[in-house]
């Protein structure tokens, strides 16, 4: 009994090891050097049945999260950051830097904001209602200020709405521009 017991040990040794070395060279080096540390621990000091517990429910972690590819964003981002450390400081002191991760209706009215020099708008009913687009706009549009009383008008296109007094300044795929006297 206990060389069959030996014998799946070394098997579950050296699986260990293989996912541990394709961490090590295809993903983050200090996971794989932890994922060998935590089932060498366990190996040793844990009964078999705790073992295929812990390396079953370590498994679903590995094939269920997003953890791996997580981890691998983070040190290429890191390792990008470290590689090229004035890069950081260029965006943050760069004009209008980082808005491509806006929604693309708050990309064009930060455009058509720019265009026509506005110094105050407001948006329709309708786009205040998404938040993520009423939060971004005026986030990313300062210090344009957004002001209810304002003559320019955000509306959708979609949401095109006949409003007396208001003629279309501009239009852009996703975004209306309107002017009411």
């Known amino acids: ?19 541990a070395w394709i961490e090590l060279f295809w993903g983050n080096k200090v996971y794989g050097i932890f994922i060998i ?3 060498i621990i366990l190996l040793v000091f844990r009964p078999p ?15 269920t999260t997003p953890t791996i590819e997580s981890l691998t964003e983070l040190r290429n981002s890191n390792l990008n950051t470290i590689s090229h450390p004035k890069q950081p400081l260029v965006n943050i002191l760069s004009p209008n830097s980082g808005q491509e991760v806006l929604p693309l209706e708050v990309q064009e009215m930060l455009a058509l904001l720019q265009t026509h020099n ?20 005026r986030e990313a549009a300062w210090p344009i200020q957004f002001d209810t009383s304002s003559s320019y008008l955000f509306v959708s296109p979609h949401d095109l709405i006949i409003i007396p007094n208001c003629v279309v300044m501009d239009q852009r795929e996703d975004v209306v ?3 009411c006297h």
């Open 49 to 63: 049945s705790f073992s295929i517990i812990a390396a079953s429910a370590l498994v679903i972690v590995f094939f």
């Open 177 to 179: 521009l309107e002017y």
């Open 118 to 137: 506005i110094t105050s708008y407001r948006i329709s009913e309708q786009m205040e209602q998404n938040l993520l687009i009423d939060q971004r706009i």
């Open 1 to 19: 009994m206990p060389r069959i017991y030996n014998r799946k040990r070394y098997v579950f040794l050296f699986l260990l090891f293989v996912l």
């Open 37 to 39: 540390a935590f089932f």
